[in-house]
């Protein structure tokens, strides 16, 4: 049974390019959780989606971050126009159900930003 | 607004002894809290969790302790190995699970 899966494990991009962040939860799992982690910080809530619905986005900065978790396919988590300021791991987390179930991390990408 | 903290960035502990790390929260509504650890370039890993209505529960070498009134939990490990060396994050979480709020997390280190 496969864990959670995120790609690309390492992403590089150029101030003012898009980057786009995949989460790939275990398998029938239809819970996911965003969060970013700067460097000698800890885990900050980004968003909860759940198939094609967004719980929770209160996380999230208002301009240039978007997420979705289609039917079909991976969570995305897209940041537009990046800025220095945005480099960071960014882990998803996944679960099988909303509530006192165990969220499974993916290994993170780490963005860097140049 | 750091509602979960955790003071002690840092432990060192002898192979064999009790590793104990705290947690703080200021949200009253918080109702459920768990315990991660985390290895360098991995995500974190589930340990341990406690809800609200409890002050204690027990998995193996690992205990967390629920202080309601002090607002407060802990993590015990014992007896504590070299391969327990990682961070540890405490999180915690209102009754609606939208919504984890995580610790900076403390290193802890095993010496053999």
């Known amino acids: 049974n496969a864990g959670v899966m995120q790609n690309p494990r390492h992403l590089v991009r150029r101030r003012g390019q898009e980057a786009r962040l995949r989460c790939s939860p275990m398998?029938?799992?239809?819970?996911v959780y965003w969060y970013r982690q700067l460097p000698e910080e800890g885990l900050k809530f980004m968003v909860y989606?759940?198939?094609?619905?967004?719980?929770?986005e209160s996380g999230m900065p208002k301009e240039r971050f978007s997420a979705e978790f289609p039917k079909e396919g991976p969570s995305i988590l897209r940041i537009q126009q990046v800025v220095r300021g945005d480099s960071a791991a960014y882990f998803c987390?996944?679960?099988?159900?909303?509530?006192?179930?165990?969220?499974?991390f993916g290994p993170g990408t780490r963005l860097l930003v140049l | 607004d750091q509602q979960v903290k955790q003071n002690s960035p840092s432990l060192s502990v002898q192979e064999g002894r009790i590793s104990i790390l705290n947690c703080d929260y200021t949200?009253?509504?918080?109702?459920?809290f768990l315990w991660y650890k985390k290895y360098p370039a991995e995500g974190p890993t589930f340990l341990i969790s406690?809800?609200?209505?409890?002050d204690k529960n027990e998995d193996g070498r690992f205990t967390v302790f629920l202080n309601k009134s002090a607002k407060h939990l802990s993590l015990h490990i014992v007896p504590s190995q070299p391969g327990d060396s990682a961070v540890y994050f405490c999180?915690?979480?209102?009754?609606?699970?939208?919504?984890?709020?995580f610790g900076s997390g403390t290193k802890l280190n095993v010496k053999p």
């Open positions: 987390a996944s679960s099988l159900n909303r509530g006192q179930e165990t969220q499974y």
């Open positions: 398998k029938g799992h239809s819970h």
């Open positions: 989606l759940q198939k094609e619905n967004i719980i929770d």
């Open positions: 949200n009253s509504m918080f109702d459920y």
């Open positions: 406690i809800s609200s209505i409890k």
């Open positions: 999180a915690a979480s209102g009754d609606n699970f939208n919504k984890f709020y």
